[in-house]
């Protein structure tokens, strides 16, 4: 992403007329294609008021719509090995979860809060400690779109032939976690 200039490049953004960017900005910078974002101290009731006054009055326009995205996520298990000339070991997990309007994305998320939570990690704990650790780091992340969520693990370690043993671990981490109840201080 560095290697590509925020406004783009020069020899493209020449070749637009002033015409056509005002047409853009017309076209896709209206109140119903924008998303008001506020953060910090302020009342709600008054950042409302004032939002509504500055830009309450500006009319929106007609929906573009959107452009669907039609594409089938992967059932069942599929584990792929690419070899590169690398120092460590990548191993990437990837594991459908519920769309954000579903009632258990909250639950989902709370458990990708658990396995990345450092050192108090349960999965942490198991990948990483002992005489001969699996793994040198871990963490998990939810990616939430608009048609998907899935859970994401990424565990990196220094040798390729623990990379079974990091999925069956990994594995025996996520069945016992619906086992045992937290501790709150985990919470």
């Known amino acids: ?3 590509r200039p925020v406004l783009g490049y020069e020899n493209i953004i020449s070749t637009i007329s002033k015409e056509e960017i005002i047409d853009y900005y017309h076209t896709y910078y209206e109140p119903n294609n924008m998303i008001c974002l506020v953060i ?3 009342e709600a009731e008054t950042m409302i008021d004032q939002l509504e006054k500055y830009f309450g009055g500006i009319p929106a326009k007609p929906s573009l719509g959107l452009v669907g ?35 258990d994305y909250y639950a989902f998320d709370l458990l990708s809060q658990i396995l990345n939570s450092g050192k108090t ?43 079974d043993r990091i999925l069956e671990a990994t594995v025996n981490v996520l069945k016992k976690l619906g086992q045992k109840a937290l501790e709150k201080e985990d919470l």
Do not use: M, R, W
């Open 1 to 3: 992403p560095y290697a």
């Open 121 to 163: 990690s349960p999965l942490t704990k198991a990948l990483t400690e002992g005489a001969d650790p699996l793994a040198t780091e871990v963490s998990a992340y939810l990616e939430t779109q608009k048609e998907f969520t899935t859970l994401n693990i990424a565990v990196i370690t220094n040798s390729q032939e623990k990379v």
């Open 40 to 42: 910090g101290d302020f």
């Open 69 to 103: 995205i039609h594409f089938t996520l992967p059932t069942g298990q599929e584990v792929k090995y690419k070899e590169v000339q690398a120092e460590n070991t990548y191993v990437n997990l990837c594991f459908n979860g519920p769309k954000y309007e579903d009632p």
